[in-house]
């Protein structure tokens, strides 16, 4: 279960992560959330789709890293295979979290990082040291701060461009068969509906950057054969 806590220089000043990667860590996620600003880095290694949030109904962008459930086909006993690991991987086992402070009288929500303390890479014996001895940032918190800012982002960016997706029937039912593996609820690009949409609905897309973003997750798509592949070579050992 969770264990969630406001990070501080105080309570946490002993806590260091491990930042290895291994199934025994918690990396062995099958699909993994990701945002429109990492696509340009994924599509050269994962196959990108979009799935309906389970409790919110939303429609957001994934990445596939493997067929079955807790199976990530980068992961290897040599650690990740892959140049890029995505943003919500790297940021276990830190989240964003809203704390109440008094902004003019007024009570407010900021954001503020929290940490989960039943995560495995959590420890007091190795690992990345979250503060100095003086109690100031470490610069692998300060890059974690960084990447949980990127998410915080990445969040509203999403919103609005799936938002768009949706304005223009951009999205279509993906089925996808490996092996003896058979994936529903995922979601790709409908390129005859991109293919047949107005000059000005491009132009819309383009001047948001939302066209870019729509080519990149069409490019990933060749990385589905590779994953398939991966797939086929393990069940052949």
Known sequence: MSQEQLLDNITHKDIKILTQRSASLGD???ITRVFPSEFAQLQSDYPIFFKKNGQTGQFEAVALLGFNERENLYL??????AQYIPLSILRQPFLIGFVEKQLNGIPVSEPAVHIDMSHPRVSTQ???????SQGGMSDYLQNVNSILLAIHSGHSQ????????LKYELL???????GTARLSGLYTINED???????????ELHNQ??????????ASLGQLRKLVRMKEQIEER
């Open 172 to 178: 279509e039912s993906a089925l996808i068969n490996a």
């Open 28 to 30: 062995d996620v099958s």
């Open 158 to 165: 999403s919103e609005s461009f799936v938002a768009s997706l």
């Open 76 to 81: 290897t006993q040599s650690g990740w295979q």
């Open 126 to 132: 190795q690992g990345e040291a979250l503060f100095s």
């Open 209 to 218: 950057g939302y066209l870019q973003h729509i080519y990149m997750v069409l």
């Open 193 to 203: 509906v991109l293919s047949r949409l107005t000059d000005n609905a491009i132009v």
